[in-house]
């Protein structure tokens, strides 16, 4: 098993920042990818971007690309989204999520219990 925690978001203006967290334990070496999903009120959760955990290969949905920054501490067993420029349409519940997948959330075995990002305009 592997349990992971997010932590860093809340209540931002437009055009701020935010940093998130997710911290891994238990069996980390049992996934290759990590990646972080995003669900508004009322749509489906959507991919946000990933990082594999061997080569820090990073891939981002186009909405975010140029904006958030995925990155890794392999010895922390920790994760990171940095997220600039937000706009109001960033604001939802994200999660971390452990796999070997890619962008499809189904491809993921462990998530987080998510952290709320929310934009005010």
């Known amino acids: 098993q592997v349990q992971l925690v997010e932590s860093g978001g809340g209540l931002v203006q437009a055009g701020g920042s935010l940093r998130l967290s997710c911290v891994a334990s238990?069996?980390?070496?049992?996934?290759?990818?990590m990646g972080w999903f995003r669900q508004a009120p009322g749509k489906e959760r959507e991919f946000v971007a990933l990082?594999?955990?061997?080569?820090?290969?990073?891939y981002y949905a186009n909405s975010v690309k140029g904006r958030f920054t995925i990155s890794r501490d392999n010895a922390k067993n920790t994760v990171f989204l940095q997220m600039n420029s937000l706009k109001p349409e960033d604001t939802a519940v994200y999660y971390c999520?452990?796999?070997?997948?890619?962008?499809?959330?189904?491809?993921?075995?462990?998530w987080g219990q998510g952290t709320q990002v929310t934009v005010s305009s």
């Open positions: 990082i594999l955990r061997s080569t820090g290969g990073t």
């Open positions: 999520a452990a796999g070997d997948g890619l962008t499809s959330s189904r491809t993921y075995d462990y």
């Open positions: 238990g069996r980390t070496f049992s996934y290759s990818t």
